[in-house]
């Protein structure tokens, strides 16, 4: 392998940020809207929808490896991740809007719907989002670099994030009042607003960042496998950031229902003498503003603290946050207190994501380093996979626990209100609070085992610069269970 050591401009690192605020436009609506869309717009049952939910994203996250494979072979002028941001935005937004269209047709015909789009949605966003991730392994051969680099793409996927949720229900409401259209028309509409954004920044993504390192994987797709299942940093980061993404998945699934069944559409944010409505969308979207405030954060927080630490740290907090919720009361005191720990909540997270990403980078240069075998792809789609093992998980338990409770489904028709009985009302109380909290003590116990101290990395980045120098001459392959990290430690 060969690398070219340049230090990234500015255009590159806000170039890079816009692959991730297409992706979280569609993921965060996905994510907080779409069990909401399948159970009460497009009419399906809870018990259908929370298998669709979790049958489709353990497909996609299955899909994940195999992508991050081919995306490690892929060879062209623009290099081997970068240009699936170009072949793949247009697919990308056409099955997004496929997705929230409902067909009038019979249950079963739309069931089946329900599952071709949903699965081809999930395997273009593979298509796209792994080779973008796995780009972060190319894109600088320094960690604290990445660290960067990971902080802008999360900052702009908040962005997007907060963009897509603050107008999401306001483009519902417009299509339907405005325009005339059905609330299944109106949702759709919506969604194509929102792809063809999309389709613009991922092609903006594509123009404005360079591949700068250049890996070659020439060793077998088993023995990529190999390296991968015998890479212990690798299973225990799976297992937080797959604890971190159930945590955002649970929460933010439960909240249009929340805001739905438990405050109710009257509810009101006053100050001095003007009054806001509260509802889930503005909920939200203060959240994600948060979220970007919560990224500025990560580059100083975790340079002092070490990333281990930072993770640990914010989880805890985390689960004292998330318990507080449950003893706030429904009054308009409350309901400014609400907001107030959603913003910590969402600080906090937003801390999290561009933390997860940079260790995995550093798992990918541990990798490299103990095996040889420039699998950066593998390895970031392992971070894909965990991410939509947790929304997989999540989506499909906030369906199952509703329907558990006894939770009445909305039949599609605007304005209708639905007096829930009180073991959904319990239900989604403990899917904003206790559950997310357990979901935080499970993540803390994980990382703590996470050998990758910030002295490790600094000792694998001085072993990784002589390797690449030294990448034009042979380099032995030893064998995969060698302990080379432990020889030249």
Not at 249 to 256: D, E, F, K, L
Not at 287 to 315: D, Q, R, Y
Not at 393 to 415: F, H, K, P, Q, R
Request: proline residues 3%.
């Amino acid at each position: 392998m060969t690398n070219s050591r340049i230090m990234a401009s500015l255009t590159e690192k806000v170039g890079y940020g816009l692959g991730d605020m297409s992706s979280s436009m569609f993921w965060k609506v996905f994510s907080y809207y779409l069990p909401f869309f399948y159970s009460n717009i497009f009419g399906l049952s809870l018990v259908d929808a929370g298998v669709l939910v979790l049958v489709t994203r353990v497909w996609d996250a299955l899909s994940d490896p195999m992508m991050g494979i081919v995306a490690d072979r892929t060879s062209t002028r623009w290099g081997k991740y970068r240009p699936y941001l170009l072949w793949v935005a247009a697919p990308f937004s056409i099955c997004g809007i496929l997705l929230f269209t409902t067909p009038d047709w019979s249950y079963g015909a739309k069931l089946v719907w329900a599952y071709v789009t949903y699965i081809l949605m999930m395997t273009v966003y593979t298509g796209i989002n792994v080779p973008y991730g796995a780009m972060l392994g190319v894109i600088s051969e320094n960690s604290r670099e990445k660290t960067v680099f990971s902080a802008y793409r999360m900052f702009f996927a908040y962005g997007g994030s907060f963009v897509a949720l603050a107008v999401w229900e306001p483009l519902c409401d417009m299509f339907s009042d405005l325009f005339g259209l059905s609330l299944q028309s109106s949702w759709q509409m919506s969604m194509a607003v929102i792809a063809v954004a999309c389709f613009v920044l991922f092609i903006g993504c594509f123009l404005f960042t360079r591949e700068h390192l250049h890996t070659v994987s020439n060793v077998s797709i088993m023995r990529d496998f190999k390296a991968l299942i015998c890479n212990r940093p690798w299973w225990i980061l799976v297992g937080a950031a797959l604890c971190f993404n159930l945590f955002c998945t649970v929460r933010g699934a439960t909240v249009a229902y929340f805001f739905a069944d438990v405050i109710g559409p009257d509810a009101n944010l006053c100050i001095f003498t003007l009054s806001f409505v509260f509802y889930s969308g503005l909920f939200l979207s203060i959240g994600e503003v948060a979220n970007m405030a919560g990224v500025a954060l990560t580059v100083p927080v975790s340079g002092a603290l070490g990333k281990k630490s930072t993770f640990i740290c914010v989880n805890v907090l985390l689960v004292i946050l998330s318990v507080a919720f449950f003893y706030v009361p429904l009054t308009a005191g409350g309901y400014w207190w609400m907001l107030i720990l959603q913003i910590a909540i969402s600080l906090l997270t937003g801390m999290m994501s561009p933390l997860i990403w940079s260790m995995y980078a550093d798992v990918s240069d541990y990798s490299e380093l103990r095996y040889r075998t420039a699998s950066t792809g593998l390895i970031f789609s392992s971070s894909s996979m965990a991410q939509k093992f947790g929304g997989a998980i999540g989506g499909a338990a906030v369906l199952w626990l509703l329907e558990m409770g006894g939770y009445s489904v909305n039949t599609g028709v605007a304005d209708q209100q639905i007096v829930q009985p009180a073991g959904a009302i319990a239900w989604l109380w403990y899917l904003m609070t206790f559950i997310p909290a357990a979901i935080s003590v499970l993540a803390v116990v994980i990382v703590w085992f996470y050998p990758l101290t910030t002295k490790r990395v600094d000792e694998m980045a001085v072993e990784l610069k002589s390797l690449r120098a030294d990448s034009d001459k042979d380099i032995p392959q030893q064998d995969e269970m060698t302990d080379y990290a432990n020889t030249n430690s």
